[in-house]
């Protein structure tokens, strides 16, 4: 049974960073692909970054030059780096697991109906 949890959450001003886990079990965490994605109060879920086996990455235009993704297969972890973050990043954050990865542009896309596995979320709050 495939589990996804995340870790790393709080609350932080704006300019500040913080880096969230993503714990997985039950499957083989090096073959799938993953993803991170958040939901802001009132607002549709929409895709952070992906990234798949093989380590290369895709990121969503507003978080793009600012949050790192990046996994550790060796500890069935994937990890959200966060940086010079603002208070439009104020969200749930959810990690994400499918057998595969789709592509855009030759990246690796986080697009929420591509994924069949979740974890329950880790809060973000940015503060001005």
């Known amino acids: 049974q495939v589990q996804l949890v995340e870790s790393g959450g709080g609350s932080v001003q704006a300019g500040g960073s913080l880096r969230l886990s993503c714990a997985a079990s039950?499957?083989?965490?090096?073959?799938?692909?993953m993803a991170w994605f958040r939901q802001a109060q009132g607002k549709e879920r929409e895709g952070v970054a992906a990234i798949d086996t093989r380590g290369t990455a895709g990121y969503a235009n507003y978080v793009k030059g600012r949050f790192t993704i990046s996994r550790d297969n060796a500890k069935n972890t994937l990890y959200l780096q966060m940086n010079s973050l603002k208070p439009d990043d104020t969200a749930m954050y959810y990690c994400?697991?499918?057998?595969?990865?789709?592509?855009?542009?030759?990246?690796?896309?986080?697009?929420?109906?591509?994924?069949?596995?979740w974890g329950q979320g880790a809060q973000v709050t940015v503060s001005s």
């Open positions: 994400a697991a499918h057998q595969f990865c789709f592509y855009r542009n030759n990246a690796p896309r986080a697009s929420p109906t591509d994924f069949a596995y």
């Open positions: 039950g499957y083989e965490h090096s073959t799938y692909c």
